[in-house]
Nanobody, 123 residues
Framework: QVPPVESGGGLEQAGGSLRLSCVAS????????VGWFRQAPGKEREFVAA????????DYSDSVKGRFTISRDKSKNTVYLQMNSLKPEDTAAYYC????????????????WGQGTQVTVSS
């Protein structure tokens, strides 16, 4: 299975916006959910958001709810993470997890990980 590929990270000021993209094969996205996770230096990887590929149901961590929006474009085999009102504490490497069951996607225990994209938010 080819792992997903993330893009869209960069340096942004607090209060700004970034949009991350996660591209994978049709098979990697079909049938299950896709999630975004992040890992800051010295911290464990944490769940950010997830979306079911077919139904579009979403789930968010409390820390990003109301600021981040996850969406998918089936025609492009792409999942997006729109990040608004960025805060310095959002600084982390962001990872896409493909083909994971929605029921336990928060654990990150199964699926295919991308290599990550760095997001840095300056104060």
């Amino acid at each position: 299975q080819v792992p997903p590929v993330e893009s869209g990270g960069g340096l942004e000021q607090a209060g700004g916006s970034l949009r991350l993209s996660c591209v994978a094969s049709v098979r990697a996205f079909s049938g299950n959910a896709v999630g975004w996770f992040r890992q800051a230096p010295g911290k464990e990887r944490e769940f950010v958001a997830a979306i079911t590929w077919y139904g579009g149901s979403t789930d968010y961590s409390d820390s990003v709810k109301g600021r981040f929006t996850i969406s998918r474009d089936k025609s492009k085999n792409t999942v997006y993470l729109q990040m608004n009102s960025l805060k310095p504490e959002d600084t982390a490497a962001y990872y896409c997890l493909a083909d994971a069951p929605m029921a336990d996607i928060r654990t990150g225990a199964s699926g295919y990980w991308g290599q990550g994209t760095q997001v840095t938010v300056s104060s």
